[in-house]
T-cell receptor
């Protein structure tokens, strides 16, 4: 089955760190750009970061630059998001998402909730 | 950063009616615009890519049109399963990819 499964979310205090993981299955993971997209409670969608197929090209939204790091392990079909110096405004459901070239975000995980609060 | 503005914010219609949702970009995105559907408690689903192409498995009642800065998602005859939130998204100028704020399609 073609799917993405996120893990690693939870409640964390401001200023602390959290690492999200995404396990891909059912497709050739190394063929695709992969993104993290988040959704604050009751709000819209915000693209956070992406990685090219090899992991050498990484891009971020300005609000997380210098705090978040995206990485991937193609041997293990996995995507990661290291989140440091977390803020209350980072509270959101974080989705792992496949980018299909020429299409858009065509495969989404179920999401993992990150809550930043003291 | 390209800003996408969706209208209306909410739309109340009955099953069987036609729905027209709009998305306007702050600068031209060519035809690099996609539409997504999100139901409560679920991840978004890709409906339309490159302004007018239906993604795999998307029913023909969904259609997209437009280019440049003005785009439309049309649902020709609403079914009960179509009531959801719809987002547009551009991939013309990134990073960052940007989304509209969403249109909530409600049952009247």
């Amino acid at each position: 089955e073609v799917q993405l499964v996120e893990s690693g979310g939870g409640l964390v205090q401001p200023g602390r760190s959290l690492r999200l993981s995404c396990a891909a299955s059912g497709f050739t993971f190394s063929d695709y750009y992969m993104s993290w997209i988040r959704q604050a409670p009751g709000k819209g969608l915000e693209w956070v970061a992406n990685s090219n197929q090899g992991g050498g090209g990484k891009f971020y939204v300005d609000s997380v630059k210098g705090r978040f790091t995206i990485s991937r392990d193609n041997a293990k079909d996995s995507l990661f998001l290291q989140m440091d110096s977390l803020r209350a405004e980072d509270t959101a459901i974080y989705y792992c998402v496949r980018e299909r070239f020429g299409w858009g975000f065509d495969l989404w995980g179920q999401g993992t909730l990150v809550a930043v609060s003291s | 950063e390209i800003v996408l503005t969706q209208s209306p914010a909410a739309l109340s219609l009955s099953p069987g009616e036609r729905a027209t949702l709009s998305c306007r970009a702050s600068q031209s995105v060519g035809n690099y615009l996609a539409w997504y559907q999100q139901k409560p408690g679920q991840a978004p689903r890709l409906l339309i890519y490159d302004a007018s192409n239906r993604a795999t498995g998307i029913p023909a009642r969904f259609s997209g049109s437009g280019s440049g800065t003005d785009f439309t998602l049309t649902i020709s005859s609403l079914e009960p399963d179509d009531f959801a939130v719809y987002y547009c998204q551009q991939r013309s100028n990134w990073p960052p990819y940007t989304f509209g704020q969403g249109t909530k399609l409600e049952i009247k």
